[in-house]
């Protein structure tokens, strides 16, 4: 018996491998067959404070997207578009780097209270 | 087309090289290896082979240097001797654990310290738990036979796995042989196209390697290598026998001498062997019941086979050239011994350590442990079962 | 120069997922250097163990948009300079048709300790191949021990400031001089607080004909201690102060990328660190007179080198 080198199932995502998975059903010496899979594993969750844009100020000039360590800056047409929450670590940087002051770093426990209020407001 | 020629076990395996001809080399001088790395830089030089040569700056960086060839999609090749595989050592895991089919040989030595250039066998069996294959060989012509061999072993779809070929230093490496090559281009159909089945340079699936493993996939993929060294069992011996017919020559994963009816039994690798097989048709001559098993892979260790070839023997003299310091004997006694010990059958094994830094093994040597093994046979006692052929006492 | 415009529409080739502590520095740095590749350029890139490879790599997971390969620590270079070997021989033979770009990332410790001797050998022997140290100056990925990185004066976990010996008492090895000495195509010092100069220095590394090195100043959060968010700040001053000028070294002719129009004392690179905070105690006076002088010292050595006038800034 031999493992499978190239695991039929990790075509689709990497998700498809998982920890209960015996010898054979793992890839061949740990190689991984999905470039840039880590995209589907979420470190949003680590943040404390997370960036909140403000349109109005935003001058477009990127410069958030050029410091994030997280590449959790989604630009469309040259332009900003929107944090990438799912793998933003909250880590301030795009908001220290900014020059027309565009993006506010809250807490994720004060947006949390803001949620709920909202809720009993409803 | 076969060529009877006379060659030195290290050109032997050059021309091995030139005829299989690598995409990549990476080596570093070491006696007694650094004549095949020569003679393949004059090949590179000369137009006679398409590899590039990659003359690194020590070993550690020929073997890494090697498996990012081979991650790559080429076949890389390096080669080394003793402190250059200690050196190498590190990376040598890795080169197994991530699969890689590189094929290097290794000209044995002893390893520092103190220092010393000749042969014995401490330098393999430093990587003997690495996860590498390795064949050895008892003369220049095996040494080529297994070079070539190796390279369709190492490559197999249910291996893909590192192969050393060892042959001793100086006594096969430097000495001039009688040996007979094939001709290229039936080396070059035996050995075929490379076809990796994962490779950096694919552009349509790049593939991330040498990723860090935790504890929920690590051991499941130590087990792969496991499962891989039980398949090379098989397909080291179909390979064998597939290289026999276009050579003649016959290999398995051991080499079983006069062993149908014997009594005594001696277990040697590489030129040691031929020593004994020497000895062996004397005492033969003489109307003793003896045979010669000379392991040709040591890992994976062939135990099955060995266990089946000494099943009707009474005593077993295991010659290691290495040592352990576990003052338990040597590396391949305590293999041998434990591939015996569910015969039941009550064969005495007894452990010689010989020609350490390259003493030679003499025949009287050889003859000696063919008495000693009588011995133990007519009184039934082993005592003293780890020895020092030769030693000073 | 492109503008970040053009650039935010580059193909990213290190996404988010990976698992580096927030804020960073590599990960500012990596996405940096493989932004400067087009679109329609491959590239494989090859780690040393430390930081970066363990956290883009976790198994099943890789954090990188192209081929990677990381062998062990001291080997990148020697590794990538083996994929870039094959790479020549399969063009050669003509069994390989793409183009392809090599670039291995080593931290500090991988790269002026551990693989200097593999880096030396990869940039003697030519290979056409961009090698980038990220340097947080200490072994950050085992704890925070001293590197050859780490300068002088640095609390580390091997060189505490103690009251007897006060932080690292060696100065740092001046790597991109000694990389400099291979006389390969290009060499370069520079740092993220001035992304144009990454970038134009990472097009020039793939793109001369040989070995490329680069060296990146990367903060390091945990290791240095110092407020996270304000990386970019702490960066400029280390390149105000002269602790991490900018320079490139082409074909063997150094130039300065960046001249401080006035005296910044190191201070102000130290003070926000709380790497250096025994510094600013009182009796450690001496230590700080030294690491100016250290300064002062790389400083004019730097402008010789680079045919200027050897004189500090006006203060």
Known sequence: MTPSDKNLSQCCSSKCISPDMNWKELTKAGNIYTPGNASTYETGDWRTIRPVWDEERCIHCLICWRYCPDASIISTGGKFDSFDYKHCKGCGICANVCPAHAIEMISEDEIEKQKEAQKDEE | MKNKVALTGNEAVAQAMRQINPDVVAAYPITPSTEVVQMFSSFVANGKVDTEFVTVESEHSAMSATMGASAAGARAMTCTSSQGLAYMFEVVYIAASMRLP??????????????????????????????????????????????????????????????????????????????????????????????????????????????????????????????????????????????????????????????????????????????????????????????????????????????????????????????TFSTLGGPMFADVRNSLYDLKNDIKVVNYVYGLGGRDLRLEDVEQIYSDLDDIIKTGKVDNFVRYLGLRE | MATLKELAQVEERFVGGHRLCAGCGHGISVRMVLNALENDENVVVGCATGCLEVASTIYPYTAWNCSFIHNAF??????????????????????????????????????????????????????????????????????????????????????????????????????????????????????????????????????????????????????????????????KKAVETRFWPLYEVEDGKWKLNSKPKKYVSVEEFLKPQGRFKHVFAPGNEDLLKRIQEEVDKQWLALLERCGEEPELPPR
């Open chain 2, 102 to 323: 590189i094929v290097f040989p290794v000209a044995n030595r002893a390893l520092s310290g103190p220092i010393n250039i000749h042969c014995d066998h401490s330098d393999a069996m430093g990587i003997k738990q690495a996860g590498v294959i390795q064949l050895f060989s008892e003369n220049a012509q095996e040494a080529y036979d297994n070079m070539i061999q190796a390279i369709r072993i190492a490559e197999h779809p249910d291996v893909q796995l590192p192969v050393s070929v060892n042959y001793d230093g100086f006594i096969t490496s430097h000495a001039l042989d009688v040996l007979e090559i094939l001709d290229d281009e039936t080396v070059k159909n035996f050995i075929g196209v490379y076809k990796p089945r994962e490779a950096l340079l694919n552009v349509n699936e790049p593939v991330s390697m040498g990723s860090f493993d935790m504890y929920d996939y690590y051991f499941e993929h130590k087990y792969q290598q496991v499962a891989a060294m039980e398949a090379a069992k098989r397909v080291i011996e179909e390979v064998g026998k597939e290289y026999a017919k276009i050579s003649g020559r016959n290999y398995g994963l051991v080499d079983a001498y006069k062993l149908d009816d014997a009594d005594m039994a001696v277990v040697v690798m590489n030129s040691a062997a031929g020593s004994s097989k020497g000895v062996c048709d004397e005492l033969r001559a003489k109307g003793l019941k003896v045979g010669v098993l000379k392991p040709r892979a040591f890992r994976p260790f062939p135990h099955e086979a060995i266990a089946d070839a000494l099943k009707g023997v009474k005593a077993v003299a295991v010659l290691d050239r290495a040592e």
């Open chain 3, 74 to 235: 001291e080997n990148a270079a020697a590794t990538i300079s083996g994929v870039e070997a094959a790479y020549r021989s399969l063009k050669k033979q003509g069994k390989l048709k793409d183009d392809f770009k090599f670039v291995a990332f080593g931290g500090d410790g991988g790269t002026y300790d551990i693989g200097l001797q593999s880096l030396s050998g990869a940039m003697e022997r030519g290979h056409k191949m961009v090698y980038v140290c990220l340097d947080n100056g200490a072994y950050m990925n085992t704890g925070i021990q001293r590197s050859s990185a780490t300068p002088i004066g640095a609390d580390t976990t091997t060189s505490p400031a103690g009251k007897v010996i006060p932080g690292k008492q060696q100065p740092r090895k001046d790597l991109a001089a000694l990389i400099a000495a291979h006389n390969i195509p290009y060499v370069a010092q520079t740092a993220i607080s001035n992304w144009q100069d990454v970038h134009k220095k990472a097009k020039k590394a793939f793109e001369v004909d040989g070995p490329a090195f680069i060296n990146i100043l990367s903060p390091c959060p945990r290791g240095w201690r110092y407020n996270t968010p304000d990386i970019v700040d702490l960066v």
